[in-house]
């Protein structure tokens, strides 16, 4: 296996992602990469600065060795993106635990959380009601955006996370965005299925 260092400067990370597509296509002829960034060497295990953590993920996935384990870094990395996005800024301006969308509602039209199925009105069965969160992951409820969120401007295009910009068709995008309320195992089998290289 060869192994080719990619080097990374504060003022050019723009650059690298420029190259992923020439990485994911060397990664195909056998290279395996470690980045350096100002002058000092990285990988997966060490203790990294956090301006250089997506591409350190980046990397993760370029050098994993099945397509499994592969779409399981995208998916994992992506839900964490997602939840410090939502959680780390607090997009969804909880107050005494009710969030903007409640907040808009009567009181007798308020929901428990986003997970409600709109069409039957029941809680999605993974949602864990003692600890007000899910019992899994899954990316395309992570996506999801309620409408007063939406009118602020705040979305979450699939284009917009890094991961599932660089790593899935488009077909495997939609697959991510449209399977709400499952597990991980229903959505790694199906990206695997219709894996194409990109």
Do not use: H, M, T
């Given at each position: 296996m060869k192994?080719?260092?990619i080097e990374v400067r504060k003022n050019n990370t723009k650059d690298f992602y420029k190259k992923i597509r020439l990485l994911k296509l060397k990664r195909k002829f056998g290279y395996k990469f470690k980045v350096k960034y100002n002058g000092k060497l990285y990988s997966k295990d060490d203790k990294y600065p956090k301006e250089i953590e997506e591409i350190i993920n980046?990397?993760?996935?370029?050098?994993?060795?099945?397509?499994?384990?592969?779409?399981?870094?995208?998916?994992?990395?992506?839900?964490?993106?997602?939840?410090?996005?939502?959680?780390?800024?607090?997009?969804c301006g909880f107050e005494n635990d009710?969030?903007?969308?409640n907040r808009c509602k009567p009181k007798e039209k308020q929901v428990g959380s986003c997970c409600v199925k709109t069409s039957t009105g029941e809680v999605c069965k993974h949602f864990d009601d003692i600890n007000k969160c899910c019992k899994i992951k899954c990316l395309g409820c992570k996506l999801y955006v309620c409408i007063p969120l939406y009118k602020s401007n705040i979305k979450f295009p699939v284009r917009k996370v890094s991961y599932l910009k660089?790593?899935?068709?488009?077909r495997q995008k939609c697959i991510v965005k449209s399977n709400v309320?499952?597990?991980?195992?229903?959505?790694?089998?199906?990206l695997v299925k219709f894996y194409i290289w990109v």
């Open positions: 192994e080719q260092i980046i990397i993760n996935i370029i050098n994993a060795p099945s397509k499994k384990e592969k779409y399981s870094l995208v998916y994992d990395y992506a839900c964490e993106y997602l939840d410090n996005e939502f959680r780390g800024k607090n997009l009710i969030c903007i969308c660089y790593f899935l068709s488009f309320f499952v597990d991980k195992e229903y959505v790694l089998n199906k």
